[in-house]
């Protein structure tokens, strides 16, 4: 694979355990027209970062603004999202395409990196 094409060789810190068949499901569901915001990674990173701060759902407003999240480095198969919010201990968010790479697959969380300071 072309550098180019590569995040670079940095893992995070904190990795994210999912179930590839609940990923594969809600490919299908957004597929099927559901929750589109699974196909861009700061929304998805925004939603992971919102949940670690209200584990038992989010009502209202998300805890971590869309506006306090920036994408560090993306290819179609990766993206790193930097957090940038005084009420969060994440730094940054790892996110794969798992099931497609292409802009019509969705994002999910993999991993990602606390604050040191």
């Not at 355990?17 to 925004?46: M, R």
């Not at 919102?50 to 179609?76: F, H, K, M």
């Amino acid at each position: 694979m072309p550098e180019s094409n590569k995040i670079s060789d940095t893992s995070p810190e904190i990795d994210v355990p999912y179930d590839l068949t609940v990923v594969e499901n809600t490919q299908k569901s957004v597929d099927a027209g559901h929750s589109p915001w699974n196909l861009d990674p700061v929304f998805v990173a925004q939603v992971f970062a919102s949940l670690q701060l209200s584990p038992g759902g989010i009502v209202g407003d998300y805890p971590i603004a869309y506006e306090e999240l920036r994408v560090l480095q993306q290819t179609n198969s990766d993206a790193v999202v930097e957090v940038n919010s005084d009420k969060s201990s994440i730094s940054k968010i790892y996110l794969k395409r798992l099931v497609r790479q292409d802009n019509t697959g969705i994002w999910t969380v993999v991993g990602y990196d606390l604050k040191h300071e």
